[in-house]
């Protein structure tokens, strides 16, 4: 069956496109008024807008090299001109300014010409956008970071203090392609060597199979009281069509019995006790609940047999699931661990600036957040999906010290 188009927003979108397209050349003449480069570049932009539409519409695969470059390769040009555009408009706004003010000075009128050294300084960041792009794409996808919280809780057991985990989130397996790179993830994880290990789900994209080839990896990761996981939005195989439903249950099934392979223990709204010395937590796990991404999980499930007076840690995706459940509980969950953001894979967390275009949709999208006397944590993700890079928001193992506070 084709694809229905619907011209009316396509043509729009296309003529803001074409739109942008000349501006950025109005300000690229100026910075190489050499004819031929405007030419080269103009035909350019077009034979790559012509090969993503044949990619889109004339392609049954998403997944599909072809796509995959093409898409990528108009990404970067295209936030590159949208940077360039939005620099020569500074510089339009502010001649116009100084028309106007020539014309209030009545000493007649006339638009001062485009400076020479601001286009330049455009261009500049045209090209620093294309270098910063890339960069994610090739190496900041992989660039793992270790980052490391000390929590305090007044009810902590005693043997517990000073008890750390090891959290990571959303895989997505299939997109991975470089196993040595993804190896030097699982090293640094094992190089924490904390008590406990969780992963907070989004093993795949969407097929069990995709982790097939990392099962190698992922099994090799050690922690003394266990390791621990949960299902994600994707982990259920609900973002691609199957020839039946039993065919996607049987997959959900597969994934399941791989998390067993990495010596994973799937919790599936259930709790189990973590003990030490005498003394125990309780560690929960839901299935994904998620506002707009499926709410299956049940936490009063998960929590049936615990005592208000517990020690909780939750493993839920989705921090939404937090915000609309779990931080007003009256069964008290101490610390909440999720992912599912990615922190978008772009943003800036440098110089006291903490920001991602992800923050209009959730309200708290990465790190420690706290409420009401309990601890939510958003890890960043270990791996990528859609955008096959991260820039400014690198992939994350998240350490975690419990430590009990020291009254007066």
């Not at 295209?78 to 555009?85: H, K, S, T």
């Not at 959730?362 to 309990?374: F, P, Q, S, T, V």
């Amino acid at each position: 069956m084709k694809r229905k188009l619907n011209l009316l927003p396509f043509l729009f979108v296309t003529l803001i496109f074409f739109a942008l397209n000349a501006y950025v050349i109005s300000g690229l003449q100026l910075v190489a008024p050499v004819h031929g480069f405007v030419k080269a570049f103009w035909l350019g932009i077009n034979l790559l807008t012509g090969a993503l539409i044949y990619a889109i519409f004339g392609t049954k695969s998403r997944t599909n090299l072809f796509f995959v470059i093409v898409a990528h390769a108009f990404l970067i040009v295209l936030v590159g001109e949208i940077v360039f555009a939005s620099f020569l408009l500074i510089g339009d706004v502010y001649r116009m300014l100084i028309s106007l003010i020539t014309i209030f000075g009545a000493t007649g009128y006339e638009l001062p010409a485009r400076s020479f050294y601001w286009v330049n300084f455009a261009f500049i960041m045209f090209c620093l956008t294309l270098a910063v792009f890339i960069f994610g794409i090739i190496k900041g996808k992989y660039a793992y970071r270790t980052i490391k919280h000390t929590l305090y809780f007044d009810d902590l057991p005693t043997n517990f203090d000073g008890f750390t985990l090891t959290q990571i989130s959303d895989v997505h397996a299939g997109s991975f392609t470089k196993p040595k790179l993804v190896q030097k993830g699982i090293d640094l994880i094992n190089e924490q060597k904390s008590d406990l290990f969780v992963f907070t789900g989004d093993l795949v994209n969407n097929e069990a199979k995709e982790i097939v080839p990392y099962i190698n990896h992922f099994s090799q990761i050690n922690a003394r009281f266990g390791k621990y996981s949960i299902l994600g939005n994707h982990d259920y195989g609900d973002y691609i069509k199957w020839p039946s439903d039993g065919a996607k249950i049987e997959n959900l099934n597969k994934l399941k019995a791989y998390h067993h392979q990495l010596g994973f223990r799937l919790l599936l709204d259930e709790h189990v006790e973590i003990e030490k010395d005498g003394q125990k937590i309780i560690l929960a796990g839901i299935e994904n609940w998620g506002l707009g991404f499926g709410e299956r999980g049940d936490l009063a499930k998960a929590l049936s047999g615990t005592a208000i007076d517990d020690f909780k840690i939750l493993l839920s995706h989705d921090p939404s699931h937090w915000e609309a459940q779990v931080k007003n509980h009256p069964n008290k969950v101490h610390l909440s661990l999720a992912g599912h953001t990615h922190g978008m894979q772009f943003g800036i967390e440098a110089f006291g600036i903490k920001w991602s275009p992800v923050k209009y949709r959730y309200k708290h999208w990465a790190g420690i957040k706290m409420e009401n006397g309990r601890y939510l944590n958003v890890n960043r993700g270990f791996g990528f999906i859609g955008f096959s890079g991260r820039i400014g928001i690198w992939p994350e193992i998240t350490v975690i010290e419990l430590k009990k506070s020291i009254k007066p």
